[in-house]
């Protein structure tokens, strides 16, 4: 019986070819933590006002020495909850997500005015990815901010 080495030779090179493109991963620091309008961090939760009121204003990133950092680039997911009828005409509560990735420290006037538009109590918007620069030019991970809108 004769082997064919064709697809264990594949699969070894899909799997290298893989490994080799994981991408550049920056150091995710316990000491950087990010901020939302440079006053909410971790899991909060927040009123629909006062995050439409905090959103013009930038993320920032501050050490165990509060010391405040300029965020380089974030990720937003935005949560959205909404009532939907299911096959039978009952009532059903779906979350839709949408996500964005920002450079910079801003959101911008789209998801500004998508956010004056539809965030209602409920929903929950998550602030990933949160890169900053510290003083020695290195960039670092933040932890991921969660907001619950009450």
């Keep these: 019986m004769k082997y064919n080495k064709l697809p264990l030779v594949f699969l070894l090179f899909a799997t290298l ?10 150091p ?13 961090t971790d899991n909060t939760t927040i009123d629909v006002n006062t995050f439409k ?9 501050k050490d165990s020495s509060n010391n405040i950092f300029k965020v380089k680039s974030f990720t937003i997911t935005y949560a ?6 299911d096959d039978e005409g009952l009532p059903i509560i779906v979350t839709d997500y949408s996500s964005d990735n920002f450079t910079g420290d801003t ?4 998801w500004k005015n998508n956010f004056n538009e539809r965030l209602y109590k409920g929903d929950t918007v998550y602030f990933e990815r949160v890169m900053c620069s510290n003083t020695e030019k290195k960039n670092f991970m933040c932890k991921t901010i969660k907001l619950i809108i009450k």
């Design 17 to 26: 070819c893989l490994a080799s493109f994981d991408g550049q991963k920056e």
């Design 28 to 40: 995710v620091s316990n000491r950087y933590k990010a901020f939302f309008g440079c006053s909410y």
């Design 53 to 61: 009121q905090i959103m013009t204003q930038p993320l920032c990133a």
């Design 80 to 85: 959205e909850r909404g009532l939907y009828q």
């Design 107 to 110: 959101l911008n006037t789209l």
